[in-house]
């Protein structure tokens, strides 16, 4: 009696886990998004429960969900394959930078401590999110990084900020929707005479209705007018498996790390979700893309990236970057 109660309950779990899993390819809503982000870890339950199943019943019908679990790993190994960079041939004469993007979290005490951090990085880009910890640090850190948008350049919050060690031309701050202002950036930069387009934006999240979808949406147009490589960073509040997040890949060329790492919640990693992203259009190829192992106080973990650009000469750019 009891066995058969907990394969039933089993076999419950793992058909929901299935059509849970399934959903974000039938439906366009915000339920389906938010879901669409949590398939990974859908498909894995979906094929726990299905082998438990098969182990506690020892039936051959029970191989059918173990069956569809199997699918629904296929499907979401192929939704990352699909929006990961190709690989390229070693090049010596590739300029890499390193990039560092962080959401700070506003109510951060430890502003000084992630300064200090930022300045011994030594990096090349940095985009911070939620920056006000480091409102008081900024006269410090514009010794090793003296070019910066944000928090009282172009805009006076201190939300969204870039900092750089190349200068930031025809920078803006904008905005993708009406729940948020000024979370998305773009500024043109030159790295060795190769132009490159620098992007940082900050989502809303998935559940808050279909604003997420919207300001992906705002953010494709204008990047679909954008040529050559571009580097793209940010929190997305959502996984690269969110249908929203798969149309936004596919329409404007950007790609991802193949393994991207987790960044929420910081008090359990092993099991949370990759929502702050480093996205590069080629020729910009992600070489190393590493969490960084202290969140220092914040909810998010950030992302550290070295970046390759071919020399203009190799790049087979023309025209600006930033060019409209």
Known sequence: MIMTLLSTLIGVCAILALLLGLLPSLADNWPAAFLGGIRAHLAAAALLFSLSLL???????????????????????????????????AEQDRRRLKVIEFNILRTN???????RWLEEADAD???????????????????????RAGCGVLVSAC???????????????????????????????????????????HL???YFDVHQSKELRSAAARLKKIEGPI???????????????????????????WDEPRTWPVNAPALGL?????????????????????????N???????????????SGISRPANSQ
């Open 55 to 89: 182990f506690l019943a020892r039936s051959a019908w029970l191989a059918l969900p173990l069956a569809a679990s199997v699918m629904m790993c296929l499907w979401v190994w192929h939704l990352n394959e699909r929006t990961s960079q190709s690989t390229i041939m």
């Open 109 to 115: 005490r430890n502003g000084a401590e992630i300064a």
């Open 125 to 147: 880009i940095i985009y911070t999110l939620e920056s006000r910890p480091l409102a008081d640090e900024l006269s410090a850190l514009s010794k090793v990084y003296p070019y």
């Open 159 to 201: 939300d969204m900020m870039v900092m750089s060690k190349f200068p930031l031309d025809r920078a803006q701050f904008g905005s993708m929707g009406r729940l948020y202002h000024n979370r998305f950036f773009q500024a043109a930069i030159s790295v060795n005479g190769t132009p490159l387009t620098i992007v940082a934006m």
């Open 204 to 206: 809303a999240k998935p």
């Open 231 to 257: 580097i793209v960073a940010g929190d997305f509040n959502s996984s690269l498996l969110s249908p929203d997040i798969q149309s936004f890949l596919m329409q404007t060329g950007l790609r991802s790390y």
């Open 274 to 298: 990759p929502i702050d992203h480093i996205f590069v259009r080629s020729p910009a190829y992600i070489e190393r893309l590493d969490r960084i192992e202290d969140n220092m106080g914040s």
């Open 300 to 314: 998010h973990y950030g992302l550290e990236a070295e970046v390759s650009l071919p020399s203009l000469a190799d």
